[in-house]
Nanobody
Framework: QVQLVESGGGLVQPGGSLRISCAAS????????MSWYRQALGKEREEVAR????????QYDDSVSGRFTVSRDNAKNTVFLQMNSLKPEDTARYYC?????????WGQGTQVTVSS
C-alpha cells in the first residue's frame, strides 16, 4: 500500500534552515509529482511546493518562493524540502502528498517550529 513517511522536523530559530524528507513506498515513485503542504494551528492546510515526476519542474506558493526548495531523489524514493530564512509564520505541521488515480495520499506529517 502507499506509504509516505516524513522526517526531519524540529525547532529552529528565525533565520535558520531545516531540511525535511519524505520517504515513499508502495507505488512507482518516479511516475508521480509530489507536493509539500503545511497546516498551522487553526488554519487550513495549504500547498507550499510541488515537484514534477522527474524533478525538472518545481512550483512554489508565494509565501515560500525564494526561501524553500523542493527536490527529489527517484533512486531513493524520497522527496525533500529545504527551508531557508525561516520565519515564525512558517511554523506548521508539514505533510508530503501525492495523487494516484484520483486518490490523494498523505503522510503523517512532521512538525516544524520556528521560534527564538
Amino acid at each position: 500500500q502507499v506509504q509516505l513517511v516524513e522526517s526531519g522536523g524540529g525547532l529552529v530559530q528565525p533565520g535558520g534552515s531545516l531540511r525535511i524528507s519524505c520517504a515513499a513506498s508502495g507505488f512507482t515513485f518516479s511516475n508521480y509529482p509530489m507536493s509539500w503542504y503545511r497546516q498551522a494551528l487553526g488554519k487550513e492546510r495549504e500547498e507550499v511546493a510541488r515537484v514534477s515526476s522527474t524533478g525538472a519542474i518545481t512550483q512554489y506558493d508565494d509565501s515560500v518562493s525564494g526561501r524553500f526548495t523542493v527536490s527529489r531523489d527517484n533512486a531513493k524514493n524520497t522527496v525533500f524540502l529545504q527551508m531557508n530564512s525561516l520565519k515564525p509564520e512558517d511554523t506548521a505541521r508539514y505533510y508530503c502528498a501525492t495523487t494516484i488515480t484520483d486518490s490523494k495520499y498523505w503522510g503523517q506529517g512532521t512538525q516544524v517550529t520556528v521560534s527564538s
